[in-house]
């Protein structure tokens, strides 16, 4: 049994997109849905630096688009989807609830909402690796932060003010090994981001939106989503609202996965996999190098 999972912000590079763009058809979808949404997402994903990826409306549209990419490539039909943060979105528009050109529409009001709350005032994350959750959140709470991600395998990633991300560099929780700084520009999943949740409830009466076609596994409880409006409203809360990322792995346990492919760019999920779910096979899909070794194990997992 296969799941195709879709990462979140934090996990671009660079020329990320560049190896992608030269697949057949690639680079003629990419600019068509560069037009649809306002934003050049070759040169984003090709050529701008760390700096520029970094900014929250450039980060999520780029991650969809790849996500897309990568999947139309890969041409497999998974047996459940699930999405890190704004790789939900990807994973909505693979179970077929909303088609790409909505997903990228719908990420770019996301990405823009969610810059726009993060100016407001100075925020970010931080990843903990490490150290028993019954400890590590609470610590968080005192601090004044919010365990954002509680992602399974010792990791939770924590948000807030940058003063109270540099109090938790300072005080660390017991059990910690590290406090990893993460690559964006907010505190994602928190109440810091209740604005883009207006926005985004308001932009939803424009979607048409269908039931899942495969299995949606939810970030917000690792729950399986039946409807299409369901799936909807869940992508428009989760801006606020904790991921919870070891209830999907859970999940994905239950239901008897036995093959994890994480679109590009590929990476933290898989790895998160690795430690969680022993005897599941894992692969990233990092370059279009992958797909042969991707589509192999596929023809072994798919279908259950």
Request: net charge negative; charged share 15%; with cysteine.
């Amino acid at each position: 049994m296969l799941v195709l999972v879709a990462p979140g912000q934090g996990a671009q590079t660079p020329g990320f997109l560049t190896p992608w763009l030269d697949l057949p058809g690639a680079a003629d979808r990419i600019a068509a849905w560069s037009d649809a949404i306002g934003l050049d997402l070759a040169h984003y994903g090709t050529r701008a630096d760390a700096d520029e990826i970094r900014d929250t409306a450039v980060a999520q549209p780029l991650l969809v688009a790849a996500g897309l990419l990568s999947a139309a490539a890969l041409g497999a039909s998974p047996s459940a989807v699930a999405g890190h943060s704004v790789g939900e979105i990807t994973a909505a528009a693979l179970a077929g609830v909303i088609d790409d050109e909505a997903a990228l529409r719908f990420v770019r009001t996301r990405g823009l909402g969610m810059a726009e709350a993060a100016a407001v005032t100075e925020t970010g994350m931080a990843a903990l690796l490490g150290g028993d959750p019954a400890v590590t959140i609470p610590h968080l709470e005192k601090l004044g932060l919010t365990a954002a991600n509680i992602n399974g395998s010792g990791q939770i990633v924590a948000a807030g003010t940058a003063a109270q991300i540099a109090a938790l560099e300072a005080d660390q929780p017991e059990g910690v090994r590290r406090v990893v700084a993460l690559k964006v520009a907010g505190a994602f999943h928190t109440h810091h981001m209740a604005p883009a949740v207006e926005k985004l409830r308001a932009a939803v009466g424009d979607l048409t939106v269908s039931d899942p076609t495969v299995r949606y596994v939810s970030n917000a409880d690792g729950h399986t989503v039946a409807t299409g409006t369901e799936v909807i409203a869940r992508l428009v809360g989760q801006v606020a609202n904790p991921v919870r990322w070891d209830l999907c792995m859970e999940t994905f346990q239950s239901l008897g996965v036995t093959a994890l492919v994480e679109l590009s760019p590929g990476g933290t999920l898989t790895g998160l996999a690795k430690r969680a779910l022993p005897g599941v096979k894992t692969l990233a899909l990092k370059t279009p190098d992958d797909l042969d070794t991707a589509r192999a194990l596929i023809s072994e997992h798919a279908g259950a």
